[in-house]
């Protein structure tokens, strides 16, 4: 295990391994600090780039983007109440506030050491918790990953703002999405018409880049009220340290809360950043100041919601099962490079994995020099026309569908996809059980293949198989539990808005 | 956006999606059984899902029926309705994709973004047409000099 690390770090301390690091961070800053782009967006668009490059080192460079854009969303937040990514909502209840006192340095110094700490506490979680639950993987066969599939996409769609049943809908449309193209054993094609094209299916990172960027501009271009009344960054930073250390409690907790909530499949930052948030809350001797400028509210969303991103790997790259969006898409990155998630991974490519793990410590301590930096000019920033931002976005979305295959017609899938995107969008069907259900869906159909060739070629025997095993006994239950717990929560929220009207 | 249209909206889906779920089960089962048992298995669980949510917005719809209207002043993260500039940038992108295989890549974005950028009603003349020069260079730069990642390539440049 430490001689893994030693390696890891070695890896990660190389010049082209900190370059990209380094490159990853500003590019993850400046997306999370800019409402409407959102780490999903920015590691999908990335991903190309990654191509030609050392594994390790672009790996790390996408896990400083995802690192750093979590947290660059609170800069947005506190300066201009309006979240850069969705998990720094909560930050603005009490940082845009604090802004206003003329506190904005102090609450943006909070957010960036709490986002380090909690992005550190929950990396190291990730160094020593990965490697023996890999292990356990040695225990799963073709069964219990079918299940696991499946668990993974019940988890997120009850966990999804929409209703549960809108989530399952969308979560079994990624799962017809990945059946497109050829049968796994039979070579037969499906849903082809045709097409050349898809023979190989659809293209994990061209729907990605569709469904996250695409929408996005068009509710840019919608939206073009301009951003006015931006406060500007002052005080300096590291005067606050010792006050975040007098918090030490609530941010060792929020620390916890996040890294737990990454590690279940579904649940992403949004939920840890409300439940730290409520814990913070609950315990603390000042309640009154919640939502008035409470800096404790600030250091717990952020330091939660950046504790996500070392916990939601965990899953990734122990059993291929992605915690969140921004996971699954490094899923695609990882197959891209020719990596394939669970026991190999550690035991064949350790300098890899333990390099990519290493990398987000750097990652972590690095944004919060840059953090710094860009929110003392992310006035300018913020003020970022969209008349040029819209056609940007659209410009790397095409570089970054082009580079998979080299494939004119990846753009107009990518351009199809962007408007499926945006419809859901329009009709409140969350896109993440999508994501993952065609993340997951050439995997779990492989799988319950091969499990029904295991039990040879009897529907009875499959099922039986499935009631048999323990650990797919488990994996049943959690999934059947996870959609009670959307549908309860479906219908509390029912109840609860006719209460209000 | 009141609860009206919040239900024209949830029928429209609801309607859409059956649809889609009857024509993937009818595609689904014309295939050989050897390599359609799990899309099979997922267009029969649509239509169920379909049928459910159906009911959901009829219930819905019979309690509206018996309640007020009332204004939501939930703001909402998402498109809340398709606008006009939505499906102008939209179809411009469908011609800028059309325009990368005649013009090329770099003459059809430098076009794109400028006339993006006046559409969306961009006042600074002189930005507007340099900014498309200066990002061009840079994604040659970067792109294909640096990390030889391949952009589209069209008859011109």
């Given amino acids: 295990m430490i001689h893994n690390a030693l390696i890891g770090i070695f890896a990660a301390l190389q010049f082209e391994s900190i370059i990209m690091t380094f490159l990853g961070v500003v590019a993850g800053v400046i997306i999370g600090c800019l409402p409407g782009l959102t780490s999903v967006m920015g590691v999908a668009l990335l991903i190309p780039v990654t191509f030609g490059m050392d594994p390790t080192a672009g790996l790390a460079m996408l ?37 206003l006192k003329g506190e904005s340095g102090r609450a943006i110094s909070m957010a960036t050491l709490g986002s380090c700490v909690g992005g550190i506490f929950s990396t190291f979680v990730l160094l020593f918790v990965a490697p023996p639950l890999a292990k356990i ?34 979560g079994t449309l990624g799962l017809f999405m990945s059946v497109v193209g050829m049968h796994p054993m039979t070579g037969f094609m499906r849903f082809t018409g045709g097409m050349a094209f898809l023979v190989d299916g659809i293209p994990l990172v061209v729907a990605l880049i569709g469904f996250f960027s695409l929408p996005e501009v068009l509710n840019m271009v919608a939206n073009t009220e301009d951003r006015k009344g931006v406060l500007v960054y002052t005080g300096h930073p590291m005067k606050y340290f010792k006050e975040l250390l007098s918090h030490w409690w609530l941010v060792f907790k929020c620390s916890v809360i996040g890294t737990i909530i990454g590690i279940i499949p579904g649940a992403g930052t949004d939920i840890a950043a409300f439940l730290a948030y409520n814990e913070a809350k609950r315990a603390s001797k000042e309640k009154e100041l919640f939502g008035n400028g409470a800096i ?37 990155a990882l197959l891209i490079q020719g990596l394939r998630p669970g026991f190999e991974l550690f035991q064949n490519t350790p300098e890899i994995v333990y390099g990519f793990i290493c990398s987000m410590f750097v990652a972590n301590i690095l ?5 710094f930096i ?15 931002l819209a056609p940007t976005i659209m410009v790397f979305a095409v570089i970054g569908s082009y580079a998979i295959r080299n494939n004119m017609e990846d753009l107009w899938l990518m351009l199809i996809m962007g408007l499926v995107g945006y419809l859901m969008q329009y009709f409140s069907v969350p896109v993440a059980p999508m994501v993952l259900g065609l993340v997951l869906g050439a995997m779990s159909e492989g799988e319950l293949a091969r499990a029904y060739a295991l039990s040879n070629d009897s529907v009875y025997v ?3 198989d499935f009631f048999t095993r323990p650990i797919c006994l488990i994996l049943i239950a959690l999934s059947a539990f996870s959609v009670w717990q959307g549908i309860k929560k479906s219908l509390v929220s029912d109840i609860e808005k006719r209460e209000t009207l | 956006m009141n609860n009206d249209s919040t239900l024209k909206k949830e029928i429209s889906f609801v309607l859409i999606m059956l649809i889609l779920a009857l024509c993937l089960a009818w595609f689904s089962f014309s295939y050989p059984l050897s390599s359609s048992v799990y899309p099979r ?57 059309f325009g990368i295989n005649t013009l090329g890549f770099y003459i059809s974005t430098y076009i ?26 840079l994604i040659w730069c970067v792109f294909s000099w640096f990390l030889h990642v391949p952009t589209p390539e069209g008859i011109f440049f």
């Avoid at chain 2, 794109?112 to 260079?137: D, E, R, V």
Wanted: aromatic share 12%; hydrophobic share 50%.
């Fill in chain 1, 374 to 388: 860009i929110a003392r000019y992310a006035y300018k920033l913020l003020k970022t026309p969209v008349s040029l």
């Fill in chain 1, 137 to 170: 993987s040695l225990l799963f066969s073709a069964h219990e990953y079918f299940l696991l599939s499946l668990l993974g996409i019940t988890i997120i769609a009850s966990f999804s703002d929409q209703s549960v049943i809108k989530g399952l809908m969308a």
């Fill in chain 2, 112 to 137: 794109y973004i400028a006339f993006i950028s006046f559409y969306l009603g961009y006042k600074n003349k002189i930005a507007m047409f340099i900014w498309p020069i200066i990002l061009c260079s």
């Fill in chain 1, 462 to 464: 499959l099922l039986k």
């Fill in chain 1, 296 to 332: 404790e509210g600030v250091i717990s969303a952020e330091t939660s919601n950046n504790a996500v991103v070392g916990g939601s790997l965990v899953p990734l790259l122990t059993l291929g099962i992605p915690g969140n969006a921004v996971s699954a898409i490094f899923l695609g």
């Fill in chain 1, 63 to 99: 896990g400083g983007v995802y690192c750093a854009s979590t947290y660059g969303g609170a800069i947005s937040a506190i300066l201009l109440n309006i979240p850069g990514t969705p998990s720094a909502c909560v930050t603005t209840i009490d940082g845009y506030p604090l802004a």
């Fill in chain 1, 367 to 371: 944004f919060v020099p840059v953090g």
């Fill in chain 2, 41 to 97: 298995a997922l267009s029969v669980f649509l239509v169920i899902l379909s049928f459910c949510q159906f009911g959901i917005v009829y219930f819905k719809r019979s309690k509206h029926k018996n309640e007020k209207n009332q204004n939501s002043q939930i703001r909402d993260f998402a498109a809340s309705f398709i606008s006009k500039k939505s499906i102008t940038i939209y179809v411009l992108s469908g011609i800028y994709l």
